[in-house]
């Protein structure tokens, strides 16, 4: 499969960090215009973008909530008014809560309103939103980065888990919608050595077991799959489990 990515723009949410880190800093290598999406890591996402065009790639940085639609909308305008165009978009700004999970008192509404705004209407408003540019070009996709937690129902939390099987009917739904002229996939990863699990390594261990290829897998593994499936011409509507086993 060819992974050339010259003359092409992508944007990737909660790009500064783990596995939106390792997307960015792929995409860059392979060519492609990178528009960064963060909230909050401004701190590595500069630290990104330095590495980027260290190496003469192209990448600039939006700070944006998206949970808030207008913000959303400006985000997209101001990368097609940079690039004047959108080949890709990689949804995978997320957020969870660490909580017991059999501690359902402990799910408060607060809770649960925070992750579904940022993990699902979020992913739902910056498709919306892009849709109409990523239409202009041949081969566009989208892809989300959902979880297997949305697959097995149990994560770092139970709204966590929920919120991510929704991201995951949301890729089959726009699937539909988008066809044929825009792809929508979404890559479930099992466990990845990120910041999230920093504190929380037993916990870790006892939700995921005895992984088949024994192995945690990393942001990069996850960068590699990423890129195939944006070129994938033949794949709509997927959930990729990209797990090591754990489901098998």
């Known amino acids: 499969m060819n992974l050339d990515f010259q003359n092409e723009v992508a944007i990737v949410t909660g790009g500064g960090t783990g596995i939106g880190q390792a997307i960015s800093k792929l995409l860059a290598e392979k060519g492609a215009s990178v528009a ?31 949970s808030a639609d207008d913000e959303v909308k400006t985000m997209i305008e101001t990368v097609v008014k940079k690039f004047s165009k959108i080949n890709y978009l990689i949804n995978n700004a997320g957020i969870t809560k660490q909580l017991k999970f059999d501690d359902l008192d402990a799910v408060t509404d607060d809770i649960w309103d925070q992750l579904i705004a940022v993990n699902l209407k979020g992913t739902f408003q910056c498709s919306r939103a892009a849709a109409p540019f990523l239409r202009q070009n041949t081969n566009s996709a989208i892809l989300n980065i959902g979880s297997i937690a949305g697959e097995t129902g149990y994560g770092s939390s139970l709204p966590y888990a929920v919120s991510k099987s929704a991201v995951h009917g949301l890729t089959r739904s726009l699937a539909h919608a988008l066809a044929p002229s825009i792809r929508v996939n979404c890559i479930a990863p099992g466990p990845v050595a990120t910041r999230w699990w920093a504190g929380y390594e037993d916990k870790m261990n006892s939700l995921f077991g005895e992984l088949p290829l024994k192995r945690i897998s990393t942001p990069e593994d996850v960068a590699q799959t990423a890129l195939m499936l944006l070129k994938a011409e033949s794949v709509t509507g997927q959930i990729l489990k990209l797990d090591n086993g754990q489901t098998l």
């Open 36 to 66: 960064i999406v963060y909230s909050k890591s401004e701190k590595e996402v500069l630290e990104t973008i330095d590495e980027i065009t260290k190496k003469n790639g192209i990448a600039f940085a939006i700070k944006v909530n998206i």
